[in-house]
C-alpha cells in the first residue's frame, strides 16, 4: 500500500520522514522532494537533480515504509490495541 503520492506530500512531512533513514545525498533529496512534492516524474526528478532515478525509487520505498510504521504507531497510540 502507498502512504506516500507524487506530488501530494508537504516538505515538512518528507522531512520528519528522512529523519528515520540514513539518507543523507542533497541530490537525492533534492530528487525526493520534486516527485513526491513538486509532482514531478522520478526521471525528471533525476534528471533535474543529477542522479539516478532508481535511486529516488528506492529512496521513496523507504520512505513510504517509514511513513506506514509510522501511521500503524499513530493507530497504536490513538486506539490503544
Do not use: W
Amino acid at each position: 500500500m502507498r502512504y506516500l503520492s507524487r506530488g501530494q506530500e508537504s516538505k515538512r512531512k518528507i522531512l520528519l520522514l528522512l529523519e528515520f533513514t540514513k539518507i543523507t545525498s542533497e541530490p537525492l533529496i533534492a530528487g525526493i522532494m520534486d516527485h513526491l512534492v513538486r509532482n514531478h516524474e522520478m526521471s525528471k526528478a533525476g534528471f533535474i537533480n543529477d542522479c539516478d532515478p532508481s535511486s529516488i525509487s528506492v529512496a521513496v520505498k523507504t520512505l513510504n515504509n517509514r511513513a506506514r510504521i509510522n501511521e500503524a504507531l499513530f493507530d497504536e497510540k490513538i486506539n490503544g490495541s
